[in-house]
């Protein structure tokens, strides 16, 4: 193969194809035949009431679980060895104990990212959720909402092509939820894909430019979300955003 070959460009994960995607669990079907294609730009928000299957559908587009039937499928392969071009955030990070820095540079050594730059990089990505000032600090004696933080700053140093968000800004107070939404602003604006599963229909609103609403594991609409917070199309859509369905 030619150097030039060699320094080519990956291909793109974008589109992701979800075809007829079933998931059982515990004798219950909690996916039910969902077929969507998720593309490149827009930020894809996931909304319904409890029990939908968001963030079961989060997880399998992710990876994390296999569907029970249907096929989901990514435009190019992400290859053994190389870092992963797509991650997740959940809504209770998981972090080590160790320093804010040492959580975001730990992404970077799994990535095999050479130990002379792991440190900048780490250190740059904490500057860009604003937690420069507290890098050095352990990471499990922050807020909430700077835990949250570190988490993204953990994903963004890779700068994935695609992040998914399980209610990352769950039980945080509206300071720090401003804060998580201003980041995933700026991720979305540096080229990650977004697709964030959310309770909070104000928070759907500001980060969605997309809607993907399910009910009982059935994608019952897909719609931009101005359209959808105007003229739902579903009667499902209307009664959950009139608040008759259990969140």
């Known amino acids: 193969m030619s150097a030039s070959a060699d320094m080519r460009a990956p291909l793109s994960l974008l589109p992701l194809r979800l075809e007829a995607v079933r998931f059982d669990a515990g004798g219950r079907r909690i996916i039910d035949g969902v077929s969507v294609t998720l593309a490149a730009g827009t930020r894809t928000v996931l909304i319904g009431p409890n029990g939908a299957g968001k963030s079961v559908l989060l997880r399998l587009c992710h990876g994390l679980l296999r569907p029970t039937a249907g096929t989901i499928a990514w435009s190019a392969r992400e290859l053994p060895g190389q870092a992963r071009r797509q991650a997740m955030v959940f809504q209770r990070p998981v972090l080590l104990r160790r320093s804010a820095l040492a959580n975001v540079a730990y992404a970077l050594a799994v990535a095999r990212v050479p130990p002379p730059e792991r440190a900048a990089r780490a250190r740059e990505a904490l500057r860009l959720v604003g937690l420069e000032t507290l890098a050095d600090r352990p990471a499990r004696v922050l807020s909430g909402g700077e835990q949250q933080r570190v988490a993204l700053a953990r994903a963004w140093v890779l700068h994935p092509e695609v992040l998914f968000l399980d209610e990352p800004t769950a039980n945080l107070d509206p300071g720090a939820t401003h804060e ?32 993907l609403f399910l009910h009982q594991g059935r994608l019952l609409e897909r719609t931009p979300a101005d359209r959808f917070f105007k003229r739902p199309a579903s009667a499902e859509a209307a009664q959950f955003l009139e608040g008759e369905l259990p969140w």
């Open 180 to 211: 998580i939404e201003g980041v995933i602003a700026a991720m979305h604006a540096a080229g990650t894909k977004i697709i964030v599963v959310t309770h909070n229909l104000g928070q759907a609103r500001r980060l969605g430019d997309e809607v």
